[in-house]
């Protein structure tokens, strides 16, 4: 892996100097303000593996610092110099820098530290020659200190000019060059030596795999932190290096059952309209498509380039491709990432719009490890053995699509079908969720499709699986295959897809429930399956969860309706529909009254007078159908204009048991004619 270049403390991270020091110090304050900083300095330790000779120094001559800031913050010079003022704010920059760079130093990836050590080692030394320089310079005569305190600044003089012969340490740069060559034979597909890689880690204090996993967080919080693609992908390449290690020399780490749209160090649930509808993930670039829905820019440009032209949520057809990002939606997940301590920039280098691809060295790294984690599953394990290895997958298979790839290629898929049935709970979810973060790729979604046992084992699982999380991770498995329209077809036609999809949407708990509706919203995208859904009580379903998970009970109910399911509402109980639809209307969110305007506009259409009867009973409907015509998203506002004016025809008697509203475009109120939008 080639050098990065860039110093160390150009971090993204850290403050700007100009923020160091204020233009309006006192004199005393200015004292007292060096006083701290040093203190500050003094009380950080060493840095314990890399760079220790380097951060020990500075860190001495610091706490030396502090002793004579000490000494003039209670024996204070009446009147600096401006001369000597200058050099105490110079002073002040460089202590600042130096406290941030060892912090820096302390907090950071210890891999990712060892590829900076010429440059931080540059930086400890040039730190170091701009205080002697300060010092030199710093007129002490003029300052009449007593004799004491002159005694100990040309001390801290002396001692800061003392340049080091070296200022990289031997082990750390020998170190770093075992590293680099490790790097460059995965590159050139060289298996690294397993007794040389165990000693590079037991240096570094990577000594589990609890150690290791820490650093791959570390890593990855790291990728954030660098400007260019080159750097982000070699630091992904340490971030696979890692996790081979992790897996070669202690195993695999142990599974710990958490749901997929948790973070894993800190169990925090996404909010549902910060989840793309179609990965199900975090949003990291929120766009919105022509039909006004938001998806995630990868996920949305995916499917149009698979030759999609439909809106994957509402099946209605795309007028154009443009994404227009959501900027309102992007800050306001980046300011929830934040509280959440959530890194919001993806670290899929490999997937980014600007075209960016893993080197090779990350590439190998992945295959080797994907290697070693499916010949292990090939032999005989322990239940407990096989469950942390399927977990390692697991993990690997949700960080970027060439995981994906090798572990698809690689033979995975056959060896998961085993471990589905398993009453095991922990290694059911992991295996049926390895699938589930397979499927996003596209092409994933075809060896799903024509890899025996696989697809009954995911439904087979979504109708017994052991546990509500393999359950819904089994519904969202469905969900990411119907985005392909010929699977949509297929899928809609198996009874007990629907039947389970159903019955998990009814009883499951909410994210599990969520993970099954919007599964069958996108089942519902198909005239056939439609007969199927409604056979199996889908608009019951609607009606049992309507005031819990309203948007998605609500966009189901529009893709039904306008798919023809209006004689299956109208045969349950209509009134009371068409009462929660209105309630919707007036409390929903702006996804939700859209989809609501338009299930009412579809339910009058098809269902006649006595639909609209219903509608217009119902106390403050025109209000509520104004608000949103002021208000709401720009097809809610259409909608919402074709609702009065049915109102309005049948309140006149224009309406009688069939009409179509699309021909009239105005309507007549008191003496005021008023043009609303077809």
Same mark, same amino acid.
């Given at each position: 892996?080639?050098?990065?270049?860039?110093?160390?403390?150009?971090?993204?991270?850290?403050?700007?100097?100009?923020?160091?020091?204020?233009?309006?110090?006192?004199?005393?304050?200015?004292?007292?303000?060096?006083?701290?900083?040093?203190?500050?300095?003094?009380?950080?330790?060493?840095?314990?593996?890399?760079?220790?000779?380097?951060?020990?120094?500075?860190?001495?001559?610091?706490?030396?610092?502090?002793?004579?800031?000490?000494?003039?913050?209670?024996?204070?010079?009446?009147?600096?110099?401006?001369?000597?003022?200058?050099?105490?704010?110079?002073?002040?920059?460089?202590?600042?820098?130096?406290?941030?760079?060892?912090?820096?130093?302390?907090?950071?990836?210890?891999?990712?530290?060892?590829?900076?050590?010429?440059?931080?080692?540059?930086?400890?030394?040039?730190?170091?020659?701009?205080?002697?320089?300060?010092?030199?310079?710093?007129?002490?005569?003029?300052?009449?200190?007593?004799?004491?305190?002159?005694?100990?600044?040309?001390?801290?003089?002396?001692?800061?000019?003392?340049?080091?012969?070296?200022?990289?340490?031997?082990?750390?740069?020998?170190?770093?060059?075992?590293?680099?060559?490790?790097?460059?034979?995965?590159?050139?597909?060289?298996?690294?030596?397993?007794?040389?890689?165990?000693?590079?880690?037991?240096?570094?204090?990577?000594?589990?795999?609890?150690?290791?996993?820490?650093?791959?967080?570390?890593?990855?919080?790291?990728?954030?932190?660098?400007?260019?693609?080159?750097?982000?992908?070699?630091?992904?390449?340490?971030?696979?290096?890692?996790?081979?290690?992790?897996?070669?020399?202690?195993?695999?780490?142990?599974?710990?059952?958490?749901?997929?749209?948790?973070?894993?160090?800190?169990?925090?649930?996404?909010?549902?309209?910060?989840?793309?509808?179609?990965?199900?993930?975090?949003?990291?670039?929120?766009?919105?498509?022509?039909?006004?829905?938001?998806?995630?820019?990868?996920?949305?440009?995916?499917?149009?380039?698979?030759?999609h032209a439909t809106c994957p949520k509402t099946g209605q057809p795309l007028a154009h491709t443009q994404l227009i990002p959501n900027l309102a939606l992007k800050n306001l997940i980046a300011m929830w990432c934040r509280d959440q301590k959530i890194p919001f920039e993806s670290t899929e280098v490999n997937v980014k719009p600007n075209g960016v691809v893993l080197n090779k060295t990350a590439l190998e790294a992945i295959k080797m490890t994907v290697s070693f984690l499916v010949n292990k599953l090939t032999a005989s394990q322990t239940t407990e053995v096989v469950d942390r290895l399927v977990h390692e997958l697991r993990i690997l298979a949700k960080t970027d699509s060439d995981s994906r790839t090798c572990i698809a290629e690689a033979g995975a898929l056959p060896l998961l079908v085993k471990f589905l049935g398993s009453e095991h709970p922990s290694l059911q979810i992991n295996a049926v969720t390895t699938?589930?973060?397979?499927?996003?790729?596209?092409?994933?979604?075809?060896?799903?499709?024509?890899?025996?046992?696989?697809?009954?084992?995911?439904?087979?699982?979504?109708?017994?699986?052991?546990?509500?999380?393999?359950?819904?991770?089994?519904?969202?498995?469905?969900?990411?295959?119907?985005?392909?329209?010929?699977?949509?077809?297929?899928?809609?036609?198996?009874?007990?897809?629907?039947?389970?999809?159903?019955?998990?949407?009814?009883?499951?708990? /909410?994210?599990?429930? $969520?993970?099954?509706?919007? +599964?069958?919203?996108? #089942?519902?995208?198909? !005239?056939?399956?439609?007969?199927? *859904?409604?056979?199996?009580?889908?608009?019951?379903?609607?009606?049992?969860?309507?005031?819990?998970?309203?948007?998605?009970?609500?966009?189901?109910?529009?893709?039904?309706?306008?798919?023809?399911?209006?004689?299956?509402?109208?045969?349950?109980?209509?009134?009371?529909?068409?009462?929660?639809?209105?309630?919707?209307?007036?409390?929903?969110?702006?996804?939700?009254?859209?989809?609501?305007?338009?299930?009412?506009?579809?339910?009058?259409?098809?269902?006649?007078?006595?639909?609209?009867?219903?509608?217009?009973?119902?106390?403050?409907?025109?209000?509520?159908?104004?608000?949103?015509?002021? /208000?709401?998203?720009? $097809?809610?506002?259409?909608? +919402?204009?074709?609702? #009065?004016?049915?109102? !309005?025809?049948?309140?006149?008697? *224009?309406?009688?048991?069939?009409?179509?509203?699309?021909?009239?475009?105005?309507?007549?109120?008191?003496?005021?004619?008023?043009?609303?939008?077809?």
């Amino acid at each position: 892996m080639a050098v990065l270049q860039e110093a160390f403390p150009a971090r993204k991270r850290r403050p700007s100097l100009g923020a160091f020091v204020s233009p309006n110090f006192s004199d005393q304050k200015l004292l007292r303000s060096l006083f701290i900083v040093s203190q500050e300095i003094s009380s950080l330790q060493p840095l314990r593996i890399l760079l220790k000779k380097a951060s020990a120094s500075i860190i001495r001559k610091s706490r030396l610092i502090s002793i004579l800031f000490e000494e003039l913050v209670w024996n204070p010079v009446n009147v600096f110099p401006p001369s000597a003022a200058l050099c105490f704010e110079e002073l002040y920059i460089v202590l600042q820098r130096i406290k941030v760079l060892l912090e820096d130093c302390s907090s950071c990836s210890k891999m990712w530290l060892l590829s900076q050590i010429p440059s931080i080692s540059t930086s400890f030394d040039q730190l170091m020659v701009e205080l002697s320089t300060i010092l030199d310079i710093l007129p002490l005569k003029e300052l009449n200190l007593i004799e004491d305190v002159e005694e100990l600044a040309n001390l801290i003089k002396k001692q800061c000019s003392e340049k080091a012969t070296d200022c990289v340490d031997r082990d750390d740069e020998n170190l770093r060059t075992e590293v680099l060559k490790m790097l460059d034979n995965i590159k050139r597909e060289i298996v690294p030596d397993h007794s040389k890689l165990s000693e590079i880690f037991e240096r570094l204090n990577l000594s589990d795999s609890t150690s290791c996993s820490n650093e791959i967080e570390n890593l990855e919080d790291e990728v954030q932190n660098q400007n260019d693609d080159k750097s982000k992908a070699d630091v992904i390449a340490l971030i696979g290096l890692v996790r081979y290690a992790k897996c070669v020399l202690y195993g695999a780490s142990t599974p710990r059952i958490t749901t997929r749209r948790q973070k894993s160090a800190g169990e925090v649930n996404i909010p549902a309209d910060f989840r793309c509808p179609i990965s199900l993930d975090l949003m990291r670039d929120p766009v919105v498509v022509s039909t006004g829905q938001t998806y995630d820019r990868s996920s949305i440009t995916m499917w149009i380039e698979s030759g999609h032209a439909t809106c994957p949520k509402t099946g209605q057809p795309l007028a154009h491709t443009q994404l227009i990002p959501n900027l309102a939606l992007k800050n306001l997940i980046a300011m929830w990432c934040r509280d959440q301590k959530i890194p919001f920039e993806s670290t899929e280098v490999n997937v980014k719009p600007n075209g960016v691809v893993l080197n090779k060295t990350a590439l190998e790294a992945i295959k080797m490890t994907v290697s070693f984690l499916v010949n292990k599953l090939t032999a005989s394990q322990t239940t407990e053995v096989v469950d942390r290895l399927v977990h390692e997958l697991r993990i690997l298979a949700k960080t970027d699509s060439d995981s994906r790839t090798c572990i698809a290629e690689a033979g995975a898929l056959p060896l998961l079908v085993k471990f589905l049935g398993s009453e095991h709970p922990s290694l059911q979810i992991n295996a049926v969720t390895t699938i589930l973060n397979l499927s996003i790729l596209e092409a994933n979604k075809t060896r799903i499709m024509e890899t025996d046992g696989v697809l009954n084992g995911v439904i087979e699982v979504l109708r017994s699986g052991a546990t509500w999380e393999a359950k819904g991770n089994a519904a969202a498995t469905i969900f990411s295959l119907t985005g392909v329209h010929a699977y949509r077809k297929r899928l809609g036609k198996k009874t007990r897809v629907v039947k389970a999809l159903l019955d998990l949407a009814r009883v499951g708990p /909410t994210n599990s429930k $969520r993970d099954a509706m919007m +599964a069958i919203l996108n #089942l519902a995208g198909d !005239r056939e399956a439609v007969g199927k *859904l409604i056979e199996g009580g889908v608009v019951d379903m609607i009606g049992d969860v309507i005031d819990t998970l309203v948007e998605e009970a609500v966009a189901i109910l529009e893709v039904v309706v306008k798919r023809g399911g209006l004689v299956a509402i109208s045969a349950a109980y209509h009134g009371n529909l068409i009462k929660k639809l209105t309630t919707v209307l007036r409390d929903g969110s702006d996804r939700a009254k859209e989809s609501a305007a338009a299930t009412l506009v579809n339910i009058c259409r098809k269902g006649g007078s006595e639909m609209v009867a219903e509608l217009a009973a119902i106390t403050g409907i025109e209000r509520v159908v104004w608000e949103i015509m002021g /208000t709401g998203t720009g $097809r809610a506002r259409r909608k +919402a204009a074709t609702l #009065l004016r049915i109102l !309005r025809r049948w309140a006149a008697g *224009l309406i009688g048991e069939h009409f179509n509203t699309q021909s009239s475009s105005t309507v007549n109120m008191t003496s005021t004619r008023i043009v609303l939008p077809a």
